[in-house]
């Protein structure tokens, strides 16, 4: 990636269109630029959560979760220029691979849990629904441009493994996981 910005406004946007990598320009809520903005949000959550991790000294979790920034990454580059291929799939068996040993340590999930139980589970489940949100605007984007590559998988193993890092993080804090409580029926 050759191009550097050397100024951080162009004023090119300032009619509601954006460029991309290959030359186009699109309006700024084309389905295109809507999921490069959920990636770029979620970049930013995951952020938010290994400040956390790191201030913890959750060594173990950083160390798994601090490249899915690089490859997030990764995946705006292929949203923003069509045929660059960056991500591939050994970056998807490394998550599945931390979810396996995660999950293995865990065991089985016996109910729902909700996103509580201390900040950092908290935020952990904030990453998590970023990433099905920003899934849910790349396989919309799909459905009109159909997208290359392992992006789509890379996004969906990602919120599978930040579900699976909150439970870890809660049990190496030592926070007990928050369960659901069905609401109680009314009498008939």
Not at 68 to 96: I, K, N, T, W
Not at 124 to 137: D, F, L, M, P, W
Not at 146 to 175: C, E, H, K, M, T
């Amino acid at each position: 990636m050759g191009y550097r910005l050397s100024k951080i406004y162009t004023r090119t946007g300032d009619k509601g269109e954006t460029g991309l990598g290959d030359g186009r320009r699109v309006p700024k809520d084309h389905p295109r630029i809507e999921a490069i903005g959920e990636v770029d949000s979620l970049n930013s959550q995951l952020g938010v959560l290994l400040a956390g991790l790191q201030s913890e000294g959750l060594e173990e979790l950083i160390e798994i979760l601090a490249p899915c920034q690089h490859r997030l990454f990764d995946l705006g580059g292929e949203l923003a220029m069509p045929s660059y291929q960056a991500l591939d799939q050994v970056e998807v068996e490394r998550l599945e691979a931390a979810i396996d040993r995660w999950n293995e340590e865990l065991g089985p999930l016996k109910n729902f849990i909700l996103p509580s139980g201390s900040a950092l589970v908290a935020q952990a489940h904030v990453c998590r629904s970023q990433a099905r949100s920003a899934e849910r605007r790349c396989q919309q984007l799909n459905a009109i441009e159909p997208l290359d590559g392992v992006g789509l998988a890379y996004i969906n193993r990602l919120s599978d493994l930040l579900f699976v890092a909150a439970r870890i993080i809660g049990r190496r804090q030592g926070v007990a996981e928050v369960l659901w409580q069905a609401a109680a029926k009314p009498q008939a």
